[in-house]
């Protein structure tokens, strides 16, 4: 499933870590990295008290929230998208992150409590940062004289996997459905590829029913492929990976075909 990516404009919200460059690196470097290593502690403690899990470090995330907080500083006011910018999504991706669902805070203020304090009173802000089912972030956080800028970003990661481990995944998933798995996959592969229908490059015997699916979570099949597997007119499976389809291509997804005869 695509998660459509999600972000809130509020002055008091703004997060970003990182190497810092310009007026950060004249005499508000350490400050302002201090203050980063502060808004992490402390959206961690919030999540903490709401029984979300930790947020964990992205280098990726950092990149693109590093470059946006520097547009921020040049810019003044504040925004999530500035002219000539892309969106979220896409600057995240462009810079290696891989995720089923991103989000962001930015804000400006005096120092790293009053910033985390303004997220935790604004709904949106609030939400983003204790959202359980974000778990990576990047945070930049820059200095323009006394006034620091931050920007946060948070994602649902996903892994980055081949072909032939998406398709080990899934094949194990299969497997304790009490189905053998054949092991030449050209046929699910060459099946992955298509809409609807068999290709016509089919090596070995038609199949009784295909399932193919997206998704960010290997961690668990289709309930009609899992219902099918359950009526015991199946006894073996063959599994294929392929590119995922769709416009959405800055969200991580893998696509997959099972055939089972």
């Given at each position: 499933m695509t998660y459509i990516a999600r972000g809130f404009v509020v002055w008091a919200a703004v997060v970003c870590l990182g190497l810092l460059q310009g007026n950060a690196q004249r005499g508000g470097a350490r400050g302002a990295g201090d203050a980063a290593e502060q808004l992490l502690a402390m959206a961690n403690q919030?999540?903490?008290r709401e029984g979300a899990p930790p947020l964990v470090w992205d280098p990726a995330l950092a990149a693109a929230a590093r470059k946006h907080c520097q547009r921020m500083v040049a810019e003044g006011p504040i925004s999530h998208r500035y002219g000539g910018e892309p969106?979220?999504?896409?600057?995240?991706?462009?810079?290696?992150?891989?995720?089923?669902?991103?989000?962001?805070?930015i804000a400006v203020g005096s120092?790293?409590?009053?910033?985390?304090?303004?997220?935790?009173?604004?709904?949106?802000h609030r939400r983003n940062l204790l959202n359980p089912e974000v778990d990576r972030v990047?945070?930049?956080?820059?200095m323009r004289g006394r006034q620091m800028y931050a920007v946060a970003d948070y994602s649902k990661g996903v892994a980055v996997l081949s072909r032939t481990q998406i398709e080990a995944k899934v094949a194990g998933l299969v497997h304790t459905r009490g189905l053998a798995i054949r092991t030449d996959p050209r046929d699910a592969r060459a099946a992955c590829e298509l809409d609807r229908g068999l290709p016509s490059t089919m090596t070995g015997n038609h199949p009784g029913f295909i399932m193919r699916w997206q998704s960010a979570d290997l961690g668990q099949l289709p309930q009609q492929l899992v219902q099918r597997m359950g009526s015991r007119e199946y006894r073996l499976a063959s599994v294929g990976a392929c590119t995922p389809q769709g416009d959405q291509t800055e969200f991580t997804q893998y696509r997959v075909a099972v055939l089972l005869y």
């Open positions: 919030s999540r903490a969106e979220l999504s896409e600057r995240a991706s462009m810079d290696g992150a891989h995720f089923s669902l991103i989000e962001e805070n120092y790293a409590a009053e910033i985390h304090e303004g997220w935790m009173n604004s709904p949106g990047g945070i930049s956080v820059m």
